[in-house]
């Protein structure tokens, strides 16, 4: 049984709004950190938003301040991206992870926290 599986992707208009499922399997959602990444063809991977539950709070990259929403449903066990307001810069795979074992609040955004990923959903975003 896959530990993160994403869903919500598709193909949108400039504008639209898409939501981004991870369900996560009980133990991996009980980490302290959880994030969304993408990665677009030819471009580095990069974080979207993060969750640290030890200060809960949450955190965005610049790019999408104001646009995107990161939240949990404890009850589910699921890890969400809400984006509005998507612009064609959005089209990636987005990928949701999870550390593990211990992380830290000031590098919520390195992937190299992470060490549980699902196996994306891809995010279109035309004009």
């Known amino acids: 049984q896959a530990e993160l599986v994403e869903s919500g992707g598709g193909s949108v208009q400039a504008g639209g709004s898409l939501k981004l499922s991870c369900a996560a399997s009980?133990?991996?959602?009980?980490?302290?950190?959880m994030a969304w990444f993408r990665q677009a063809p030819g471009k580095e991977r990069e974080a979207v938003a993060a969750?640290?539950?030890?200060?809960?709070?949450?955190y965005y990259t610049d790019s999408v301040k104001g646009r995107f929403s990161i939240s949990q449903d404890h009850a589910s066990g699921t890890l969400y991206l809400q984006m509005d307001n998507l612009k064609p810069e959005d089209t990636a795979m987005y990928y949701c992870?999870?550390?593990?074992?211990?992380?830290?609040?000031?590098?919520?955004?390195?992937?190299?926290?992470?060490?549980?990923w699902g196996q994306g959903t891809q995010v279109t975003v035309s004009q």
């Open positions: 009980p133990y991996i959602y009980r980490s302290n950190c």
């Open positions: 969750i640290y539950r030890g200060l809960g709070e949450t």
């Open positions: 992870a999870a550390a593990e074992y211990e992380c830290y609040a000031h590098s919520v955004f390195k992937d190299t926290e992470y060490n549980r």
